[in-house]
Nanobody, 119 residues
Framework: QVQLAESGGGLVQAGGSLRLSCAAS??????????MAWYRQAPGNERKMVAT???????NYADSVKGRFTISRDNAENTVYLQMNNLKPEDTADYYC???????????WGQGTRVTVSS
């Protein structure tokens, strides 16, 4: 079983930075987290992809965050990060960690962490 726990959300002024972390806990066995990602959901909106990263290091970003956000991961620690710079009020959302693994090809979700960017 894979459990994901996000941290690092909070309140920040526009132009500021935050770093989100997501640690994957694997209860037993050897599990390959072949895709880890960040999604976000603003109030009243659907959940949308922000950034993804494969275990091999390939990345993909939503157009709205390119050049401002950077996804990275520590495969040894089963952790994925999202460095968010030059934050804008429209980045305000609940941010969710997602992982697709050999345990669950459909994917697992974290509980989310809230990011609020004030203008």
């Amino acid at each position: 079983q894979v459990q994901l726990a996000e941290s690092g959300g909070g309140l920040v002024q526009a132009g500021g930075s935050l770093r989100l972390s997501c640690a994957a806990s694997i209860s037993r066995g050897v599990v390959n987290l072949y895709l880890m990602a960040w999604y976000r959901q603003a109030p009243g909106n659907e959940r949308k992809m922000v950034a993804t990263m494969t275990i091999g290091g390939s990345t993909n970003y939503a157009d709205s965050v390119k050049g401002r956000f950077t996804i990275s991961r520590d495969n040894a620690e089963n952790t994925v990060y999202l460095q968010m710079n030059n934050l804008k009020p429209e980045d305000t959302a609940d941010y969710y960690c997602f992982a697709r693994s050999t345990w669950n090809a459909v994917g697992d979700w974290g509980q989310g962490t809230r990011v609020t960017v004030s203008s």
